[in-house]
């Protein structure tokens, strides 16, 4: 049973391998948008037209990296202790199954006389092209799986571990990267919309707190939304964590302005105890009068004139009668 | 039409819900109904819509499509202002003449390839979000809240054109003047109504005065409005 088991891992992790690199390969000339294997030697291209000069420049792109991509994963495999087959017969299988889905299908597409396949005046070339290619891609990975036995060459291939605080490491980099550059880009003035937004819906989610403007202002005559507008500039200057935190410390010094009304008291008070204090003391009858005299009694409450603008800003934002 | 205090759709002209209210019928179909729509309170939580192309449907409002939720109740016994609504489109000066509370209005408009006569302006039947941009609705911009409600009126049997806020017509009666403007409008017909479905009358024509004499030929409405 673990023979078999041990059987099934060998065949998985280097199946895995082969057509990862298969894979990679693939994305890789993709990337450099190259057409081949139709077309090695056209003339519409700059690539094609290089590795037609000599045959140095055609093993520098066609095969070089396919020895290079083969060596790398299967070295870095049969490196790291990984059980996989003989790297030899494995890069030998990756480099005939990479030719046989590249050049392979593109032979089959030229013997078939596939529309959009160019072909040569002298055919025959073509397919001696690719059916050469083939052989020699198939020759470069076994030369690659060669070269992956060899210990003197693990020096260069990147440890298991290595790979991944590398792979970390790049990826801490790129994230660095984005918020920096978000930071840096970031708009120079605030959307008051949004803001009012924020606070709004961090204050209607505590439904207490809603119930109970309407109800006291229900009973002093208050405009509930003149007094909802100033909750919602509070709270956008004063939010709800800053405010438990100045609850806690008026245990330890009794005095000062407390609630979501940030009204005086000697002692911390509730959100629903300030809005009392506050519609008492200065929003009481404001329900049926003009809106420049609502504006002097948010100046009577607080009279910083960016404040003022603040509440003035939320309260057009709940009612449009302004 | 006699304007009683019947429970109506309101607290909803805020930013975020911008004229209409989220609800979901007993089928759990979610829609959306327009301020100043007539309703009446049949259960804990329940409506029954009383005008409108969802006459007779039982509504709840839909909590979760509110938020930020700055009110606790979205009905209201109101009084709407008028009956129902005049505008007249003054083809060849590109002008929208209203009147409310007694104060004449004369805003620019674009009005192309409608023909003279009198149209009836039907209730709003949904959000045209679909047609308006973020300017559009940004009142920082000259924009409007309510830019993307926009009032049908029937051209033919089976066409409609649209009294709306924007920039361009091709059939339609586009306002193209300030958001403040829009706003303003947008209650003026809002608030009115001639029967369910209908707001009012619009009148397309050369001038405000030959249209005036000619609604007064009609007897389409009160002439006591028209002064």
């Known amino acids: 049973m673990e023979q078999i088991l041990n059987q099934a891992q060998l065949f998985l992790i280097s199946s895995v391998l082969v057509f990862l690199t298969v894979y990679l390969m693939n994305k890789a000339y993709q990337y450099y948008k190259i057409n081949w294997p139709e077309r090695y030697f056209g003339v519409e291209d700059k690539i094609n037209i290089f590795i037609s000069i000599n045959p140095v420049y055609y093993f520098i792109f066609r095969l070089a990296p396919v020895i290079i991509a083969i060596f790398l994963t299967h070295g870095f495999f049969y490196a790291s202790g990984w059980k996989i087959y003989n790297p030899i017969i494995l890069g030998t299988l990756t480099g005939f199954i990479y030719s046989v889905v590249n050049d392979g299908t593109a032979l089959l597409d030229l013997i078939k006389g596939k529309l959009g396949i160019e072909r040569f005046i002298n055919v025959t070339s073509q397919y001696f092209l690719h059916f050469a290619t083939i052989i020699l891609l198939t020759l470069s990975g076994t030369l690659a799986g060669l070269l992956a036995t060899y210990t003197q060459l693990h020096i260069i291939l990147p440890k298991f571990e290595g790979l991944i605080d590398n792979i970390w490491a790049s990826f801490i980099t790129v994230l660095l990267y984005f918020i920096i550059k978000s930071v840096i880009n970031r708009p120079e003035s605030i959307d008051v919309d949004e803001l009012i937004i924020k606070s709004a819906k961090a204050i209607s989610r505590q439904t207490e707190l809603i119930k109970s403007i309407e109800k006291i202002s229900n009973i002093n005559k208050a405009d509930e939304i003149l007094v909802k507008a100033v909750c919602i500039a509070e709270n956008i200057q004063r939010p709800k964590w800053l405010r438990n935190i100045e609850n806690i410390l008026g245990f330890f010094k009794p005095s000062g302005t407390y609630g979501i009304m940030q009204v005086e008291s000697k002692k911390p008070i509730t959100d629903i105890n300030s809005i009392e204090i506050a519609i008492s003391k200065y929003f009481k009858n404001s329900a049926n009068i003009m809106f420049s005299e609502k504006q002097k009694l948010i100046s009577r409450y607080n009279p910083d004139g960016k404040y003022c603008l603040l509440v003035e800003e939320v309260y057009r934002h709940i009612s449009s009668d302004v | ?227």
């Open chain 2, 1 to 227: 039409m006699k304007n009683n205090n019947d429970l109506r759709i309101t607290n909803v002209l805020d930013k975020s819900l911008r004229g209409w209210l989220p609800v979901t019928d007993t089928n759990n179909n979610k829609l959306e109904i327009f301020y100043t729509t007539k309703v009446k309170p049949i259960g804990q939580d329940q409506f029954k819509i009383l005008e409108g192309y969802y006459d007779s449907r039982i509504i709840k409002v839909d909590y979760g499509r509110i938020d930020p939720r700055l009110f606790t109740s979205y009905t209201d016994s109101i009084a709407l202002k008028q009956d129902q609504c005049f505008i007249f489109v003054e083809v060849k000066n590109n002008k929208l003449i209203y009147k409310d509370n007694e104060i004449f209005y004369e805003l620019p408009v674009v009005a192309n390839n409608i023909q003279h006569g009198t149209y009836s302006i039907l209730f709003p039947y949904r959000r045209h979000t679909d047609k308006v941009s973020l300017d559009y609705l940004n009142e920082h911009k000259s924009g409007s809240r309510f830019a993307e409600t926009w009032f049908p009126f029937r051209t033919s049997k089976f066409e409609f054109q649209y009294i709306h806020f924007g920039k361009f017509s091709n059939g339609c009666v586009t306002f193209i003047g300030s958001g403040e403007e829009w706003s303003k409008l947008y209650k003026y017909i809002i608030s009115s109504r001639k029967k369910s479905l209908i707001h009012g009358i619009l009148s397309v024509g050369s001038t405000f005065d030959e249209q005036v004499e000619q609604i007064k030929k009609e007897s389409v409405a009160s002439t006591t409005v028209l002064k």
